[in-house]
Each structure stands twice: as C-alpha cells, then as structure tokens.
C-alpha cells in the first residue's frame, strides 16, 4: 500500500487525503496546531459557493474552477452528511447604493453571464420573505450557494487519514511515498503572502435568511451566509495585511452595524465567535498545485477555497496518481 503525508490538515489537506484514503492510500497528516484550537483559514471561512459572485474580481479562471467543483459538492457533501444549500444568491443594495448593483451586473454582462436575475421589492420578498420591504432593488444568481465549513472539517476528520496534530514538520524530511504540502500560508514561500479575512458568527432566531446574501456598499461587499438554525457568518471582503490579531473594534463594529442595515433583527442575535484568519494567495490570486524537489505544493486558495476545493484536490490527486503508476511500471519494468 503506499504512503502518503500531508503536511497541514486545513480544508484541502483533509480533502484530499480523504480522497487518497477512498483509493486505497495510507495517509498521515502533521497539522502544527492543537487540535482544540484551529487556526487554518477554512475554520474561519463563510464558505460560500459564488463563482458568479466572485467573477468580476477574480476572473474566468476561478470561475470556471468553481463551477466545477460547484457540480462535485453536492455528491461529496451528501456522503459525508455535512448541511448545505445550492439555492441561489442575493445581492440587494440600499437606494444611495444602488448604482453599484447596476455595476455589477454590467460586469456579468462583460464575463458572457446572462443567467443574473434583476429583482425588484416584490421579487426580493418572494426569495427572501425576511427581507421584504427592505430594499426596492436587487441581484438574485442562481446555481451558487453555501455549505458549513465545520461540519465539514469534522466530518473529515475521521476519514482523511491519521492526524498527528501539534506537530510542526519539514514537508521535505516527512518519510513517505508522496509527500504533499497544504500548509497554506504557514508554509512561507517566497510568493506566497496572507490576505486577512474577519467574521462574526451569530445565531439571530429573528432572521430568517436561507441563501447567502451580500450587501453593497461604497467601502466592502459585506455577506451573510446562512447556517443551520438560524446561525449565520458575518463577514466583508478581504484586507491586505498579515496580522494575525483578534478581530478589531473597527471591524466588529463596521461588520455588526451593516448586518443590521441588512436586517434589524440582528440587533438581538447572539454573537457566538470574532474570528479572524490568514488566506494564502500568490501574486495573481490564482491556486497553484506543482512539485518542487519531490514534494507536492497545494496552495494559492486565497479567498476561494471552498469554491474552487474539489477542482483543485482533483488536480493533486492526478498528480500524485500519476508518480504512483509511473513508479509502478518503473518497477516492472
């Protein structure tokens, strides 16, 4: 049987040794930290699934990983019995801001997409009955959705391997077969930098939201992305820097006060968890899966990763597939 280690049990080392260990592979995984106190950014991720959200600043690329991986989660979620929705998504934008919903949708247009949905009040009211009254204007795009990230990670957990946590290791001195290294932005390449993303988790039994929605404004594009319960994650955007601190009174503050711009009945919700992570992301923003001196790099998620998850593991796992059947007729040869 060969051996696989993976340094680094964020999202896409689970990921993918989930899929090794369902092909017959003996993988161990080395995560740095506790087990009790996740640090990897798809801990902290609103995890929504938007390629066409996302294309007017990421671009074709990204969008086309993401539709991809869009058409494989739902098998691989439905195994593992993690919540999700594939119903859609709302962009709605208050009177003053309306014109950046009007650019938005111009940017579709530019990318080819034609399936975005302008609504007015009525048709907001019809997808998202909580929000009706609200806005008079809105975005819906179909075919993009969320899934809950923590009941992912845990659901993977027990199927990806063994987890050594609390070991930090040099991917080149790990002795097995294939070595893979998802240690995102711990992993301290040259190129690679952390791009900071902050979220407030709430449980808001006043709200009742079932797709993700962002809200449009002058300074962030601020999301809602539903859970389970009536528990929702808060966040904006991302910040170019590499703190690794606690969310900050600015934040929180600028995050809670759009949250209730979007839907009063924020202002009683519980606020559960500030949480804040690093996403590793190269100069062009794109994921890069490539060997270097025998071992396999898996990083760049910046802030897709959930989107464009399958797509990439799918090209590690033909990687490493590839090196096993060549080894193999090496030593049949």
């Given at each position: 049987?060969?051996?696989?280690?993976?340094?680094?049990?964020?999202?896409?080392?689970?990921?993918?040794?989930?899929?090794?260990?369902?092909?017959?592979?003996?993988?161990?995984?080395?995560?740095?930290?506790?087990?009790?106190a996740?640090?990897?950014?798809?801990?902290?991720?609103?995890?929504?699934?938007?390629?066409?959200?996302?294309l007017?600043d990421?671009?074709?690329?990204?969008?086309?990983?993401?539709?991809?991986?869009?058409?494989?989660?739902?098998?691989m979620?439905?195994?593992?019995?993690?919540?999700?929705?594939?119903?859609?998504?709302l962009l709605?934008?208050?009177g003053?801001?309306?014109p950046?919903?009007?650019?938005?949708y111009?940017?579709?247009?530019?990318?080819g997409?034609?399936?975005?949905?302008?609504?007015?009040?009525?048709?907001?009211?019809?997808?998202?009955?909580?929000l009706?009254?609200?806005?008079?204007?809105?975005l819906?795009?179909?075919?993009?959705?969320w899934?809950?990230?923590?009941?992912l990670?845990?659901a993977?957990?027990?199927?990806?391997?063994?987890?050594?946590?609390?070991?930090?290791?040099d991917?080149?001195?790990?002795d097995?077969?294939?070595?893979?290294?998802c240690?995102?932005?711990?992993?301290?390449?040259?190129?690679?930098?952390?791009?900071?993303?902050?979220?407030?988790?709430?449980?808001?039994?006043?709200?009742?939201?079932?797709?993700?929605v962002?809200l449009?404004?002058?300074?962030?594009?601020?999301?809602v992305?539903?859970?389970?319960?009536r528990?929702?994650?808060?966040?904006?955007?991302?910040?170019?820097?590499?703190?690794?601190?606690?969310?900050?009174?600015?934040?929180?503050?600028?995050?809670?006060?759009?949250a209730?711009?979007?839907?009063?009945?924020?202002?009683?919700?519980?606020?559960?968890?500030?949480?804040?992570?690093?996403?590793?992301?190269?100069?062009d923003?794109?994921?890069?899966?490539?060997?270097?001196r025998?071992?396999?790099?898996?990083?760049?998620?910046?802030r897709?990763?959930?989107?464009?998850?399958?797509?990439?593991?799918?090209?590690?796992?033909?990687?490493?597939?590839?090196?096993?059947?060549?080894?193999?007729?090496?030593a049949?040869?």
């Amino acid at each position: 049987m060969p051996t696989v280690a993976i340094a680094g049990a964020g999202l896409m080392g689970r990921l993918i040794g989930w899929q090794l260990v369902k092909r017959g592979v003996d993988v161990t995984l080395y995560e740095r930290t506790p087990r009790h106190a996740p640090a990897s950014a798809a801990h902290v991720a609103a995890a929504m699934l938007a390629p066409t959200s996302e294309l007017p600043d990421s671009g074709d690329a990204v969008f086309a990983m993401g539709q991809q991986s869009l058409r494989a989660w739902p098998a691989m979620l439905d195994e593992l019995g993690v919540p999700y929705g594939i119903d859609g998504s709302l962009l709605v934008a208050h009177g003053p801001d309306g014109p950046l919903l009007d650019k938005f949708y111009r940017s579709l247009g530019a990318h080819g997409r034609t399936e975005a949905q302008l609504l007015d009040a009525v048709g907001i009211a019809d997808l998202e009955p909580a929000l009706a009254g609200r806005f008079e204007r809105g975005l819906y795009l179909p075919h993009e959705g969320w899934l809950d990230n923590r009941a992912l990670l845990a659901a993977l957990e027990g199927r990806c391997g063994t987890i050594r946590f609390g070991e930090c290791v040099d991917p080149g001195r790990l002795d097995a077969d294939f070595v893979v290294d998802c240690r995102g932005v711990a992993a301290g390449f040259a190129e690679l930098r952390g791009v900071r993303g902050e979220a407030i988790r709430l449980h808001a039994p006043e709200v009742d939201l079932r797709r993700p929605v962002r809200l449009m404004h002058p300074r962030y594009q601020l999301y809602v992305a539903p859970r389970t319960g009536r528990h929702y994650v808060v966040g904006a955007t991302q910040l170019e820097s590499e703190s690794t601190r606690a969310t900050t009174v600015r934040s929180a503050l600028e995050l809670l006060s759009a949250a209730f711009a979007l839907h009063p009945g924020f202002a009683e919700a519980e606020i559960t968890e500030l949480c804040a992570g690093l996403r590793p992301a190269y100069p062009d923003n794109l994921p890069r899966v490539e060997w270097h001196r025998g071992v396999l790099r898996v990083n760049g998620l910046y802030r897709h990763g959930f989107l464009i998850a399958p797509t990439v593991a799918q090209q590690a796992i033909e990687e490493i597939e590839r090196c096993m059947y060549s080894s193999t007729a090496t030593a049949s040869a």
